[in-house]
C-alpha cells in the first residue's frame, strides 16, 4: 500500500513543488490533530495548535447534531417516512453534512493550491496537481469518518444540546484516554489506533509518501516521542482501523434510522432471539 501511495502523490518533485506540497498537507493536517502531534523526521521544530481542529469540528458538530435529533424531537422522522424511505432520508442527512464539510475544508483547500502556485516561484503546475488530488482525497475520508459520528451520536438522542456535547467529548475523550494508555510502554500498540485522530493523521503521511513518522505525547510533564515505520505495522493497520471505524458507525446509524423501524426486519430479529433463546 505504502509502494502504492508514494510514488502517485509524492513523485519526484522539484524543490518548489516540494514546498507547495509541505504547505499544503501541513495545513490540512491541523484540521485532524487533537492533543497529541505526529510529524515527519524532517520536522525540526514541530509546532502543536488545536485551533483549526476545534473550529472545525465545532462547526460540523453545529450543522450535524440536530439533523436527526431535532426530526426526532418534533416527530418529524414519521413525515418524512410517508414521503421518502428511511434510507433516502438517511443518505440526505449525511450528503447535507458531507457538502457542509466540503465547503468548510475542501473549497478553501483547493484556494490554498491556487495561492501556493502563484505565490511560489516556479511550481510546476501539472506536478503539483498529485498534491491537490491527495489532500482532496484525504479530506473526503476526513468528512465521512467526521459525518458518520457526528450522525450517530444525533440518531442516539432527541435533544441537539446532549449530541452536541457528547459527540465533542467523545472527540475529546478518544485522544486522551488512548494517549494516556500508551504512555506507559513508550512503544508503537495497536491501542493507539483507537483514536480517530491519529489514524486520520497517520494516514495523510500515507497519502503523501511518507515512509516513518514521530508521534509526540505532550499531554505529560514528561513528554515521549517514538518512531513509527510506516512501511510494516504502524502503516497497514491504519486501513483495517479505519475501516472497521467507517463501518461501525454506517451500522449504527442504519440500525438507528433504518432497520428499527423496518417491520420485516424487526420480524427477523425477533425471529433470531427466539431460536437462539
Keep these: 500500500m505504502m509502494i502504492f501511495f508514494g510514488p502517485f502523490f509524492s513523485g519526484q518533485m522539484s524543490d518548489p513543488n516540494s514546498v507547495l ?8 493536517r491541523n484540521f485532524v490533530r487533537f492533543q497529541v502531534l505526529i510529524t515527519s ?3 525540526t521544530d514541530p509546532t502543536f495548535d488545536t485551533g ?3 473550529l472545525f469540528l465545532i462547526g460540523m458538530i453545529l450543522m450535524g447534531a440536530g439533523l436527526i435529533s431535532d426530526d426526532r424531537k418534533n416527530l418529524m422522522d414519521d413525515i418524512y417516512d410517508s414521503k421518502v424511505t428511511r434510507n433516502v432520508y438517511l443518505l440526505g442527512k449525511f450528503g447535507s453534512l458531507f457538502l457542509f464539510g466540503n465547503l468548510l475544508l475542501v473549497i478553501p483547500t ?3 493550491w491556487g495561492l501556493l502556485i502563484i505565490g511560489i516561484e516556479g511550481v510546476d503546475i501539472i506536478s503539483a496537481i498529485p498534491a491537490l488530488i491527495g489532500v482532496i482525497l484525504f479530506s473526503e475520508i476526513v468528512l465521512i469518518c467526521l459525518g458518520l459520528v457526528i450522525l450517530s451520536f444525533s440518531s442516539l438522542f432527541t435533544n441537539r444540546i446532549y449530541s452536541s456535547i457528547l459527540v465533542f467529548g467523545y472527540f475529546l475523550a478518544i485522544t486522551s484516554v488512548f494517549t494516556g494508555l500508551i504512555a506507559n510502554n513508550q512503544s508503537f500498540t495497536p491501542i493507539m489506533y483507537l483514536d480517530l485522530f491519529t489514524v486520520l493523521t497517520i494516514l495523510s503521511f500515507l497519502l503523501q509518501g511518507e515512509r516513518t513518522v514521530i508521534y509526540y505525547n505532550i499531554q505529560d510533564d514528561s513528554p515521549f516521542q517514538i518512531t513509527l515505520d510506516l512501511t510494516k505495522d504502524p502503516g497497514i493497520l491504519v486501513f483495517p482501523f479505519l475501516l472497521i471505524f467507517i463501518l461501525l458507525n454506517c451500522f449504527l446509524c442504519f440500525y438507528r434510522i433504518v432497520w428499527k423501524y423496518n417491520s420485516p426486519h424487526s420480524y427477523l430479529w425477533q425471529f433470531i432471539r427466539r431460536i437462539t433463546s
Aim: charged content about 25%; proline content about 6%.
Design 110 to 112: 483547493i484556494i490554498e
Design 21 to 28: 506540497e509541505t504547505h499544503l498537507w501541513g495545513t490540512i
Design 52 to 54: 483549526y481542529s476545534i
Design 41 to 43: 523526521p524532517d520536522d
